[in-house]
């Protein structure tokens, strides 16, 4: 079993839709979560933290159930512009110290006129 | 930009040739991360140091892979003896705690 796993998708949408992503991980030490955006052959970029309260950042809301082991993203209003790769990341820390960021495989999103 | 700065952005190397990559991470982040990605996978964990101390090294990663980070700057990846399973897209990141990584844009590595 993967450490975070994701559907690979493709969600194609159409714009102004509402989609949301799911991402479920194994480690229950896991220490801190975040969803990256990654566009077609460029570096992944932090699009927000996930707390267990729940966090939105204008359309986007991130939400943890530790209980589950489970990480959700929804987006609302999508827009053309939203279409990419999401990942889910978890933080675990190392037993030599120190951290890493563990990726899921990426939810491709495609928003279509 | 005092983004992620990786070196070369692309390499096409014959198989059996040795690379090596650089990365220069955000000034004063302590941590930096190597990754390796393909197509539709995510980036996979390749190796870790918190200053000049490479604290973790995956279990996937042969021995034909070194990563140094001397003085705790700069970092560089080689890859001795390349083969055609190594072309990827080769991701340094760096972070100044245990929280969200900066990515620089890749070295793209192509071996024929």
């Known amino acids: 079993r993967k450490e975070v796993e994701q559907d690979p998708g493709p969600f194609n949408v159409p714009e102004g839709a509402t989609v949301a992503f799911n991402c479920t991980y194994s480690?229950?030490?896991?220490?801190?979560f975040f969803w990256y955006r990654q566009d077609c052959r460029k570096e992944p970029k932090l699009l927000m933290s996930?707390?267990?309260s729940g966090n939105e950042d204008g359309r986007f809301t991130a939400q943890l159930n530790r209980a589950s082991q489970y990480i959700s993203l929804l987006i609302r209003d999508s827009k053309l512009s939203d279409s990419a790769t999401y990942l889910c990341?978890?933080?675990?820390?190392?037993?030599?110290?120190?951290?890493?960021?563990?990726f899921g495989t990426g939810t491709q999103l495609k928003v279509e006129l | 930009d005092t983004g992620v700065s990786q070196n070369p952005r692309h390499k096409i190397t014959k198989r059996g040739q040795n690379v090596t990559f650089r990365c220069d991470p955000i000034?004063?982040?302590?941590?930096l991360y190597w990754y390796r990605q393909t197509l539709g996978q995510g980036p996979e964990f390749l190796t870790y140091?918190?200053?000049?101390?490479?604290?973790?090294k995956s279990r996937l990663l042969s021995d034909r892979f070194s990563a140094e980070r001397p003085k705790g700057s700069f970092s560089t990846l080689e890859i001795q003896r390349t083969e055609q399973g190594d072309s990827a897209m080769y991701l340094c990141?760096?972070?100044?705690?245990?929280?969200?990584?900066?990515f620089g844009q890749g070295t793209r590595l192509t071996v024929v």
């Open positions: 140091f918190q200053n000049e101390a490479q604290l973790e």
């Open positions: 996930v707390y267990s």
């Open positions: 990341v978890v933080i675990t820390i190392l037993t030599g110290g120190g951290n890493k960021l563990t």
């Open positions: 990141a760096s972070s100044p705690s245990a929280a969200e990584a900066f």
């Open positions: 000034s004063e982040h302590n941590r």
């Open positions: 480690n229950s030490a896991s220490q801190s």
